[in-house]
């Protein structure tokens, strides 16, 4: 072979590497748009969800396994006027009960016996103790190399990075403000906003600063 021949097999090996690696990335970023897509549908669908059956509707997000799922309750429902703090959101218990790590502290503040009336109880939680039912049967699983790298809502104090987060949806048309933040293997992140009054999601492609919120009327509405 001569010098020319070898240069020219090199150049295009070169290029098919090159397209090889566009490919990828190409598949990688259509992951990451096909999560933000799907996950703004299910949004979209909550909102309005909440309105048309007249519940209260929320999102759960597990941000360990990428999972996520709908739920609803009948039942009266309101949000704690207390946020939750730290970056670890819920956990599942040993029985699969999602529980706060954070809650027996909780329940000594409010005052609440161990030994309460569960219908008690919930009304000092704020409703808390709702029961609340998933829509499918199984959980959603985010795309492959894509994760819930954080996510704020209304009632928190700072973003989770752990754990189980929720996004709530109230009967008048009202949801918590949000910043929901996919991340995929090449740390390229898309962030999905929604707005508290519409349910409206707008997306970013860059990585947030939690808001401070001052009070909202999803603090204090029930199912009533």
């Known amino acids: 072979m001569t010098l020319i021949e070898i240069t020219i097999g090199l150049s295009i090996a070169a290029l098919v590497m090159t397209m090889s690696v566009v490919a990828i990335n190409s598949l990688t970023d259509a992951a990451l748009r096909s999560a933000a897509v799907e996950l703004a549908g299910a949004i979209k669908y909550s909102y309005d969800r909440a309105i048309m059956q007249h519940r209260v509707q929320r999102i759960g997000m597990d941000l ?124 390229d992140v898309v962030v999905l906003e929604v707005s508290p009054l519409t349910g409206r999601v707008r997306t970013k492609q860059q990585r947030f600063d939690a808001p401070e919120v001052k009070e909202y009327d999803g603090y204090d509405e029930g199912d009533e």
């Open 64 to 187: 360990d396994t990428g999972e996520w799922w709908l739920e609803y309750t009948e039942n009266p429902f309101s949000l704690s006027e207390q946020r939750l703090e730290g970056e670890a959101g819920f956990q599942r218990d040993e029985d699969g009960k999602i529980v706060r790590s954070d809650d027996e502290d909780l329940e000594l503040e409010l005052g609440i016996d161990r030994d309460t009336d569960p219908e008690v109880r919930e009304a000092l939680e704020g409703g808390r103790g709702a029961s609340f039912m998933q829509e499918d049967d199984e959980p959603r699983k985010l795309p492959r190399g894509v994760t819930f790298s954080r996510v704020w809502t209304g009632h928190q104090e700072e973003p989770f990075t752990k754990g189980i987060a929720f996004l709530h949806f109230f009967t008048s048309g009202f949801s918590e403000p949000a910043l929901i933040e996919l991340m995929d293997a090449d740390e």
